[in-house]
C-alpha cells in the first residue's frame, strides 16, 4: 500500500468492549493491562487499529457511556498511566488507537451536572438542556428516551425538566453554549496530545435539538415487532438537525490540525442519504466532515443476496466524491452476526465485510463466531434489559473466551457476564490449532486483503445476482478479482467473468483454478478469485 496513503483508508478496525476482553486483576472485570496483554494476538491476527469502548471514571449506569470525567480512567479499568502503557506498546507493535468521545450527554454525577442543577441561577445551567413543563405538568415535548418513556426528568428543586435522550442518569449538554463546545473541545485536546489516533464518536447525530423545541411526528416506518419503543416517534426535532454538521466539521479541523492521521468516526444510525451528509463538504480539494460516519446497513438488512447487492448499490451511489466506505457486521448494541443470521453464515459474513471497498470494523469474538449468550434474569446488567425486555445488550458483550483453562483464560475470578456455553472449545487456542477454524479464515482474509492493493483499496463493480448468488469485482490497475458469495442453503453455480485462481474459499482445503465455465457453491460458500488478467473484463 502507498507510504502516503492515510491508514484509516486502507487498514482494518477492531472494536474491544473493555469489560469483557480480558481481565489482569482477577475481579472478573475486563481492564486496560488485560487489553495491552493481548496485543500480540491482534497483531497476529492481522488488524490495523483498536477501538476502545469507553474507559472513563463513571457511576456505570449505562457501562461508561455515563461519564463523569473526560479526562481520567476508572479504577475498574486502571489509571491513567495503564492507558499510557497501552498506548506506546500498540504504537510499538504497529496498532493505532481509538478511543470513544461522548460529546452528547455526561453523567448526572458529573461536576457539571451537579452544578447546572444547583440552581436556575448558576452559570453551568445553560450547559444542559432545561426546560419549563407545559401548563398542565405534561413534558416540555413528546420527545422520547431511548431507553424507554419521555425523554424529560422533572427536578422538584429548580422546578424545571432537564432532557436525557438515553437514561435519566445521562443528561444531554446543550452545545448550542460555546462553552460547551469549547471544554468538549479541550477533551479532544487532551486525549490527541497523549497520542490517540482517533475517536469514535458516540451518538452523533443527537448533538444538536430542534430551537424551537417542536414535537416529534409519528414514525410511519415503526414496526412494533422489531422497532424498540422509542421509535414510535420520527425523532424529526430531537436529533440529526442541521446544525450538527457545523459541530462535524470543527471537530474534523481539530483533528487536521494534529499530525498523523487522526479519524473520526461517527455513530450514525441514519438512512444512506443523511449518512452521506455527515461526510461533509468539499474543502480544499477534500471532505470536511467525518472521516467514517459509521455505516450499520448490514447489521439491519435481511441477509438474502438481492437486497445485500442493492444496499451495497445505494450505498456506493451516496457517496459523495473522495468519501472513503465503511461497513460493520457487529457491536456492543447489536446481537452477533452469528447469531443474527445464523452460524453457518458467519464464514461468509466475515469474507463480505473484508471483501467490500472501504474501512471494515471487526467486533471483538466475531472471528470465533461467537454467538449471542442468553443471561439469567439474577444475571442481567444492561439498563435497557431492565426498561425494554427483549432490547438487551448484554448478549452480545459477553467475555472474550482465550483458552479452555478456568473461565476461559478471561479471569480468575467470576466473569461479569456468563461466557459463552461452547467456550471450552470455541476460543482463540482451540480455533488457532485448528486450521478450518473461522478464526484463521478471518486471518487469511486479512492476510489477503493487506497483501493485494485491489482489495484493500481497488475499486468496486456488482456482476449482480443469480439466483442467491451474489457477486461483484474489486480492481486496481491491472489487478481483478472477484467475490461470489452463496446466501442459500442449496449448492449454486457461479459464472465466472473470466477463468481464474481460487485463493480463498468459507470451504476448507478448497482451491484450485477456474475455467470460464465457473464453479459450483456449496451451500452458503463463498470465494475469492484472482481473475486471469486476459479475457477479464
Same mark, same amino acid.
Given at each position: 500500500?502507498?507510504?502516503?496513503?492515510?491508514?484509516?483508508?486502507?487498514?482494518?478496525?477492531?472494536?474491544?468492549?473493555?469489560?469483557?476482553?480480558?481481565?489482569?486483576?482477577?475481579?472478573?472485570?475486563?481492564?486496560?493491562?488485560?487489553?495491552?496483554?493481548?496485543?500480540?494476538?491482534?497483531?497476529?491476527?492481522?488488524?490495523?487499529?483498536?477501538?476502545?469502548?469507553?474507559?472513563?471514571?463513571?457511576?456505570?449506569?449505562?457501562?461508561?457511556?455515563?461519564?463523569?470525567?473526560?479526562?481520567?480512567?476508572?479504577?475498574?479499568?486502571?489509571?491513567?498511566?495503564?492507558?499510557?502503557?497501552?498506548?506506546?506498546?500498540?504504537?510499538?507493535?504497529?496498532?493505532?488507537?481509538?478511543?470513544?468521545?461522548?460529546?452528547?450527554?455526561?453523567?448526572?454525577?458529573?461536576?457539571?451536572?451537579?452544578?447546572?442543577?444547583?440552581?436556575?441561577?448558576?452559570?453551568?445551567?445553560?450547559?444542559?438542556?432545561?426546560?419549563?413543563?407545559?401548563?398542565?405538568?405534561?413534558?416540555?415535548?413528546?420527545?422520547?428516551?431511548?431507553?424507554?418513556?419521555? $425523554?424529560?426528568? %422533572?427536578?422538584? &428543586?429548580? +422546578?424545571?425538566?432537564?432532557?436525557?435522550?438515553? *437514561? =435519566?442518569?445521562?443528561?444531554? /449538554?446543550?452545545?448550542?453554549?460555546?462553552?460547551?463546545?469549547?471544554?468538549?473541545?479541550?477533551?479532544?485536546?487532551?486525549?490527541?496530545?497523549?497520542?490517540?489516533?482517533?475517536?469514535?464518536?458516540?451518538?452523533?447525530?443527537?448533538?444538536?435539538?430542534?430551537?424551537?423545541?417542536?414535537?416529534?411526528?409519528?414514525?410511519?416506518?415503526?414496526?412494533?415487532?422489531?422497532?424498540?419503543?422509542?421509535?414510535?416517534?420520527?425523532?424529526?426535532?430531537?436529533?440529526?438537525?442541521?446544525?450538527?454538521?457545523?459541530?462535524?466539521?470543527?471537530?474534523?479541523?481539530?483533528?487536521?490540525?494534529?499530525?498523523?492521521?487522526?479519524?473520526?468516526?461517527?455513530?450514525?444510525?441514519?438512512?444512506?442519504?443523511?449518512? $452521506?451528509?455527515? %461526510?461533509?463538504? &468539499?474543502? +480544499?480539494?477534500?471532505?470536511?466532515?467525518?472521516? *467514517? =460516519?459509521?455505516?450499520?446497513? /448490514?447489521?439491519?438488512?435481511?441477509?438474502?443476496?438481492?437486497?445485500?447487492?442493492?444496499?451495497?448499490?445505494?450505498?456506493?451511489?451516496?457517496?459523495?466524491?473522495?468519501?472513503?466506505?465503511?461497513?460493520?457486521?457487529?457491536?456492543?448494541?447489536?446481537?452477533?452476526?452469528?447469531?443474527?443470521?445464523?452460524?453457518?453464515?458467519?464464514?461468509?459474513?466475515?469474507?463480505?465485510?473484508?471483501?467490500?471497498?472501504?474501512?471494515?470494523?471487526?467486533?471483538?469474538?466475531?472471528?470465533?463466531?461467537?454467538?449471542?449468550?442468553?443471561?439469567?434474569?439474577?444475571?442481567?446488567?444492561?439498563?435497557?434489559?431492565?426498561?425494554?425486555?427483549?432490547?438487551?445488550?448484554?448478549?452480545?458483550?459477553?467475555?472474550?473466551?482465550?483458552?479452555?483453562?478456568?473461565?476461559? +483464560?478471561?479471569?480468575?475470578?467470576?466473569?461479569? *457476564? =456468563?461466557?459463552?456455553?461452547?467456550?471450552?472449545?470455541?476460543?482463540?487456542?482451540?480455533?488457532?490449532?485448528?486450521?478450518?477454524?473461522?478464526?484463521?479464515?478471518?486471518?487469511?482474509?486479512?492476510?489477503?486483503?493487506?497483501?493485494?492493493?485491489?482489495?484493500?483499496?481497488?475499486?468496486?463493480?456488482?456482476?449482480?445476482?443469480?439466483?442467491?448468488?451474489?457477486?461483484?469485482?474489486?480492481?486496481?490497475?491491472?489487478?481483478?478479482?472477484?467475490?461470489?458469495?452463496?446466501?442459500?442453503?442449496?449448492?449454486?453455480?457461479?459464472?465466472?467473468?473470466?477463468?481464474?485462481?481460487?485463493?480463498?474459499?468459507?470451504?476448507?482445503?478448497?482451491?484450485?483454478?477456474?475455467?470460464?465455465?465457473?464453479?459450483?457453491?456449496?451451500?452458503?460458500?463463498?470465494?475469492?478469485?484472482?481473475?486471469?488478467?486476459?479475457?477479464?473484463?
Amino acid at each position: 500500500m502507498s507510504k502516503t496513503e492515510e491508514w484509516w483508508r486502507t487498514g482494518v478496525v477492531y472494536q474491544v468492549y473493555p469489560r469483557s476482553f480480558q481481565d489482569s486483576n482477577g475481579d472478573g472485570v475486563g481492564d486496560l493491562k488485560g487489553i495491552e496483554q493481548r496485543l500480540d494476538y491482534l497483531v497476529w491476527l492481522g488488524i490495523d487499529a483498536i477501538w476502545i469502548s469507553p474507559f472513563y471514571p463513571s457511576p456505570m449506569a449505562d457501562f461508561g457511556y455515563d461519564v463523569a470525567d473526560y479526562c481520567g480512567v476508572d479504577p475498574i479499568f486502571g489509571t491513567l498511566e495503564d492507558f499510557d502503557s497501552l498506548l506506546a506498546a500498540a504504537h510499538a507493535k504497529g496498532l493505532k488507537v481509538l478511543i470513544d468521545f461522548v460529546p452528547n450527554h455526561t453523567s448526572d454525577r458529573h461536576p457539571w451536572f451537579l452544578a447546572s442543577r444547583a440552581s436556575r441561577s448558576n452559570p453551568k445551567r445553560d450547559w444542559y438542556l432545561w426546560r419549563d413543563r407545559k401548563p398542565h405538568g405534561e413534558a416540555p415535548t413528546n420527545w422520547l428516551s431511548v431507553f424507554g418513556g419521555s $425523554a424529560w426528568e %422533572y427536578d422538584a &428543586a429548580t +422546578g424545571q425538566s432537564y432532557l436525557h435522550s438515553f *437514561l =435519566p442518569e445521562q443528561p444531554d /449538554l446543550n452545545w448550542r453554549n460555546p462553552a460547551v463546545e469549547a471544554v468538549m473541545f479541550d477533551v479532544l485536546r487532551f486525549w490527541l496530545d497523549r497520542g490517540v489516533d482517533g475517536f469514535r464518536m458516540d451518538v452523533l447525530w443527537y448533538l444538536i435539538k430542534d430551537d424551537q423545541w417542536r414535537d416529534n411526528p409519528a414514525n410511519p416506518a415503526f414496526d412494533p415487532a422489531r422497532s424498540p419503543p422509542h421509535m414510535t416517534l420520527d425523532p424529526l426535532y430531537s436529533a440529526d438537525r442541521p446544525e450538527t454538521l457545523q459541530i462535524v466539521k470543527r471537530m474534523r479541523r481539530l483533528l487536521d490540525g494534529y499530525p498523523g492521521d487522526r479519524v473520526m468516526v461517527g455513530e450514525t444510525y441514519l438512512p444512506i442519504a443523511r449518512l $452521506a451528509a455527515y %461526510y461533509g463538504g &468539499a474543502a +480544499g480539494g477534500r471532505l470536511d466532515g467525518a472521516h *467514517l =460516519p459509521f455505516n450499520f446497513k /448490514l447489521i439491519q438488512a435481511e441477509w438474502n443476496a438481492a437486497e445485500i447487492d442493492a444496499l451495497i448499490r445505494r450505498y456506493e451511489a451516496a457517496l459523495p466524491e473522495g468519501a472513503q466506505p465503511n461497513w460493520v457486521l457487529g457491536n456492543h448494541d447489536n446481537p452477533r452476526v452469528a447469531s443474527r443470521i445464523g452460524p453457518e453464515r458467519a464464514r461468509a459474513a466475515m469474507v463480505l465485510l473484508l471483501t467490500l471497498r472501504g474501512t471494515p470494523t471487526l467486533y471483538y469474538g466475531d472471528e470465533l463466531g461467537l454467538t449471542d449468550v442468553e443471561i439469567p434474569p439474577h444475571r442481567v446488567q444492561d439498563p435497557r434489559e431492565k426498561t425494554q425486555p427483549g432490547h438487551g445488550r448484554d448478549p452480545e458483550r459477553t467475555p472474550m473466551p482465550w483458552s479452555s483453562e478456568t473461565e476461559a +483464560g478471561f479471569t480468575v475470578g467470576e466473569p461479569w *457476564l =456468563p461466557l459463552n456455553p461452547d467456550w471450552p472449545t470455541r476460543n482463540v487456542e482451540a480455533e488457532r490449532e485448528d486450521t478450518a477454524s473461522l478464526l484463521n479464515l478471518t486471518r487469511a482474509l486479512l492476510a489477503l486483503r493487506r497483501a493485494e492493493p485491489a482489495l484493500h483499496s481497488g475499486s468496486w463493480r456488482s456482476l449482480g445476482v443469480e439466483g442467491e448468488v451474489l457477486a461483484y469485482m474489486r480492481v486496481t490497475g491491472s489487478s481483478r478479482w472477484a467475490v461470489a458469495i452463496n446466501f442459500s442453503g442449496e449448492s449454486a453455480r457461479f459464472a465466472s467473468p473470466a477463468p481464474g485462481i481460487l485463493e480463498l474459499s468459507t470451504e476448507p482445503d478448497r482451491q484450485g483454478h477456474i475455467d470460464e465455465g465457473g464453479l459450483d457453491l456449496a451451500p452458503h460458500e463463498a470465494v475469492v478469485l484472482r481473475l486471469d488478467q486476459a479475457g477479464a473484463p
